[in-house]
């Protein structure tokens, strides 16, 4: 369904990404690890149009995006949740979350999205007349993920869903990704620090070091291996 091929990024005189290939199964969660500066997100950005790759070719079900705009993409069933849950602060619940769903025509469609969002993430619609700015960190997260789920996407890119939360948080949000996956059919690209907890939710993973892949195969397999766990995973 997904294939990056040979994919190279650079920031000025910096290489991000220097050759990375992978293949991201349908319905599958693939988890993308690595320590800091290994080139993760910069592969999330130059798969959805936020970086120009500087060559290589990222192709979703036969179509190349490394030549769309970012917004055509989306349209093409790819969303993106960055770093950071980048909600609307000053707009409500609701308001960020049918932002997700404006490019659609289908206007009832939309509405049966939102409701469906609500059934998802019950804290959401008991909050969905706040402002956005009222959420806790793992609300928050909800929401830019139920945002993203607006656009009805085949393929959900997650940029570090987990970064600053409670243990307690993490979890829960582990888990959202597990049912997203199981109860949907998404295909999700995990992009995470806690490897730990992405391996024990994800099928496939890719070990990134120095924007290079040093690993692809089974999570199960990855995380049994105790050398590459303390060399690249930090665990």
């Known amino acids: 369904m997904l294939e990056v091929s040979d994919l190279r990024v650079a920031y000025g005189a910096v290489s991000a990404l220097d050759g990375v290939s992978l293949s991201v199964q349908p319905g599958v969660t693939t988890a993308v690890l690595g320590a800091n500066g290994a080139g993760k997100t910069s592969l999330l950005r130059a798969m959805t149009g936020m970086v120009k790759a500087k060559s290589g070719r990222v192709v979703w079900k036969g179509t190349e995006l490394t030549r769309l705009a970012s917004e055509e993409i989306v349209r093409r069933g790819v969303a993106h949740v960055p770093e950071g849950r980048g909600v609307i602060q000053d707009l409500t619940v609701e308001d960020n979350l049918r932002l997700g769903g404006l490019w659609r025509s289908d206007r009832e469609d939309r509405r049966r999205a939102l409701e469906e969002m609500y059934e998802f993430f019950p804290a959401l619609k008991e909050r969905r007349r706040r402002s956005a700015y009222t959420l806790s960190g793992g609300e928050r997260q909800m929401l ?22 409670a243990p307690i948080i993490v979890a829960q949000i582990m888990e959202l990704v597990a049912r997203l996956s199981a109860d949907t059919g998404l295909t999700v690209l995990l992009v995470e620090q806690n490897a730990r907890a992405a391996l024990s939710i994800s099928k496939r993973a890719v070990v990134l070091s120095l924007g290079k892949v040093v690993v692809e195969g089974a999570a199960a397999d990855i995380a049994a291996d105790e050398e590459l766990r303390h060399h690249y995973l930090g665990f």
Not at 145 to 165: F, I, N, T
């Open 144 to 165: 830019a993920v139920g945002r993203a789920l607006m656009a009805r996407p085949e393929l959900l890119l997650l940029d570090e869903p987990s970064l600053g939360l």
